[in-house]
């Protein structure tokens, strides 16, 4: 099973900035895709930014051109940089990953989510 750990998120004022951090397990083979998602209060969780294992990223038209999905390998960590930031994009952000284990089984994995609240 493969496990993803999100942090980064907080309390921020309109207009400000926030990186999340998303961290696997190592246990991954390949992958087909790693995302974000968030879910605000009475909303349907929706996709926020999605990089594809062939490199190419798609982004909800709310949030393009603030924000950046990003990977480093050697460090097992997806980010999000997210700049001006709006109070509608307060929400529970999640981290998403699909993909292949070491051990060649399918799998898909959910972070816990972190909170992002903008706010003045």
């Known amino acids: 099973q493969v496990q993803l750990v999100e942090s980064g998120g907080g309390l921020v004022q309109p207009g400000g900035s926030l990186r999340l951090s998303c961290v696997d397990s190592?246990?991954?083979?390949?992958?087909?895709?790693m995302g974000w998602y968030r879910q605000a209060p009475g909303k349907q969780r929706e996709l926020v930014a999605e990089?594809?294992?062939?490199?190419?990223?798609n982004y909800a038209d709310s949030v393009k051109g603030r924000f950046t999905i990003s990977r480093d390998i050697a460090k097992n960590t997806l980010y999000l940089q997210m700049n001006s930031l709006k109070p509608e994009d307060t929400a529970v952000y999640y981290c998403?990953?699909?993909?292949?284990?070491?051990?060649?089984?399918?799998?898909?994995?959910w972070g816990q989510g972190t909170q992002v609240t903008v706010s003045s």
């Open positions: 998403n990953a699909k993909g292949i284990t070491i051990q060649r089984h399918d799998f898909t994995s």
């Open positions: 190592g246990s991954i083979f390949s992958l087909y895709a």
């Open positions: 990089l594809t294992s062939g490199g190419s990223t």
